[in-house]
């Protein structure tokens, strides 16, 4: 899929690829949605992305793609208002962010599957919703919004809603060619 440059192929691509996500989950067979990932160490090994390591199950997956919506939420919010606050919280930078993902994974370790799925749907809803607040060239103008810095706002949402929900279907077809149901 071609990634997005108009606000009408954004919110398509959004849902459509959400919808493929929450297809797959929903054809998982009994017991895989709560079971731990099972991928093997030679697997392991040949993965560059500490997201192998780090995410082990869906409840983790799902939130990721919930604390990915907020940062975009909060940062879009915070900034409409003037605020001037960064995408990525202090302390984190595009080099340190894998430490704020390892942040969130901690912050999440005791939700309960079903809350991670209602706050992911819920948080997808509220990015769609703040998306048609804006017009097409607000969210892929270079430039029409100063706080966006050299990326428009288009290229931020597409980067937390379609193109994070294609890593999760891989992430998630991966770990269904491993799922055995004998945990």
């Not at 797959?24 to 099972?38: R, T």
Request: with cysteine.
């Amino acid at each position: 899929m071609a990634r997005p440059t108009t606000k009408p192929d954004l919110l398509k691509a959004a849902n459509a690829q959400f919808d493929r996500l929450w297809t797959m989950i929903d054809s998982m067979p009994e017991g895989a949605q709560d079971a731990d990932f099972n991928f093997d160490a030679v697997f392991l090994q040949k993965q560059k992305e500490a997201h192998w390591r780090r995410d082990k199950n869906l409840r983790d997956v799902l939130i990721h793609l919930y604390e990915w919506h907020r940062l975009l939420l909060d940062w879009e919010k915070a900034n409409r208002n003037g605020a001037g606050k960064p995408f990525l919280p202090i302390p984190y930078n595009w080099k340190t962010y894998g430490r704020m993902n390892e942040m969130f994974w901690e912050k999440h370790q005791g939700t309960p599957l079903c809350d991670a799925a209602a706050m992911v749907k819920k948080s997808h809803a509220d990015v769609l919703a703040m998306i048609e607040e804006y017009s097409n060239d607000e969210l892929f103008a270079k430039g029409a919004l100063a706080w966006t810095g050299t990326s428009p706002l288009g290229s931020y949402c597409v980067s937390a809603t379609a193109s994070h929900y294609e890593w999760a279907i891989k992430k998630m077809k991966a770990y269904m060619k491993t799922y055995t149901g004998l945990q």
